[in-house]
């Protein structure tokens, strides 16, 4: 079952453009060649829109900024923690083909677990505590410590106690769409 910000983006777009929604699970490599090619129409899954993706697709608006935040276990020694120095030692990763994964090294003395493919599995991997947490955009962050109580996340804020987020469409989210689309406009209209 699909939900949270992305899904209501969605069922709002597709009620304005008078289309029926259609939800897919696809990985996120194959988002940007699936609207090039036609098997989709959009993009809603919390994607920035970043120089190198607008090569190959437009973006509309954005429909959210986020901040950059860090989730644990409850039970972890950086349940307290309040910056990005409190979370010194811990092992943290991100979601591979992500800005996440780059601004990891931002926390001092951490250790910097190799990138892994999707939210499910670090999910996992922190409730088995093979890491001691995860970087997510908070909206992210929030709908995944409502589904498992063992977890709450660090309330970091972008360049005041969080990562330094030079270039804000690396945490800019907007919709994907193929370049030259006819659908830009509504979209558009409808985020306004």
């Not at 699936?34 to 429909?63: C, H, N, W």
């Amino acid at each position: 079952f699909a939900n949270g910000y992305d899904v209501k983006i969605a069922k709002l777009i597709a009620e304005e453009l008078d289309m029926d929604l259609e939800i897919y699970a696809y990985e996120w490599d194959n988002l940007i060649p699936a609207v090039q090619s036609g098997a989709l129409d959009l993009i809603i899954a919390g994607m920035s829109p970043t120089d190198e993706r607008k090569q190959s697709i437009d973006f509309t608006d954005p429909y959210y900024e986020s901040n950059l935040v860090v989730v644990v276990r409850k039970d972890s020694v950086y349940a307290g923690a309040n910056s990005l120095a409190d979370l010194s030692g811990a092992r943290i990763v991100a979601q591979a083909a992500t800005f996440h994964d780059s601004v990891v090294d931002q926390i001092p003395g951490v250790q910097h677990v190799t990138a892994m493919e999707d939210f499910p599995t670090m999910l996992t991997a922190l409730n088995s505590k093979a890491v001691d947490g995860y970087i997510a955009e908070e909206p992210g962050a929030i709908a995944d410590c409502n589904g498992n109580s063992a977890f709450k996340y660090i309330a970091l804020v972008n360049n005041q106690n969080g990562f330094t987020v030079e270039d804000l469409t690396n945490v800019t989210l907007a919709i994907g769409v193929k370049k030259g689309s006819a659908l830009m406009e509504t979209i558009n209209q409808t985020i306004d």
